[in-house]
């Protein structure tokens, strides 16, 4: 069973920068293609960022394109998103996932077999 606890969320004014990360628990996080997806209130959870096992292959969404960079350490166990020209509409909670399924990466949230709890992000104007 794999355990995704994410941190690093918080209040940031527009134009500031945070950085996000995952600790995955319980089996080593190469075995997983991992993701950020993210949630605003009143909206369905939409894809911000995937990578694959080993961090060689990485995707965004174009809202995000150019802001965003995920990243992993496989010694660590860790993932990352940092997350830079943060704009209001960025505002939501931030969930990790993990995709055991591929050697790829997927950016449908239906791929994802483990999620964390999630980690609110809010950017005030």
């Known amino acids: 069973q794999v355990q995704l606890v994410e941190s690093g969320g918080g209040l940031v004014q527009a134009g500031g920068s945070l950085r996000l990360s995952c600790a995955v628990l319980?089996?080593?996080?190469?075995?997983?293609?991992m993701g950020w997806f993210r949630q605003a209130p009143g909206k369905e959870r939409e894809f911000v960022a995937t990578?694959?096992?080993?961090?060689?292959?990485?995707a965004c969404s174009d809202s995000v394109e150019g802001r965003f960079t995920i990243s992993r350490d496989n010694e660590k166990h860790m993932v990352y998103l940092q997350m830079n020209s943060l704009r209001p509409e960025d505002t939501a909670v931030y969930y990790c996932?993990?995709?055991?399924?591929?050697?790829?990466?997927?950016?449908?949230?239906?791929?994802?077999?483990?999620w964390g709890q999630g980690t609110r992000v809010t950017v005030s104007s």
């Open positions: 996932g993990a995709d055991g399924r591929r050697v790829g990466y997927s950016r449908l949230s239906e791929d994802y077999d483990y």
């Open positions: 319980g089996r080593p996080s190469r075995l997983y293609a």
């Open positions: 990578i694959n096992w080993s961090g060689e292959m990485s």
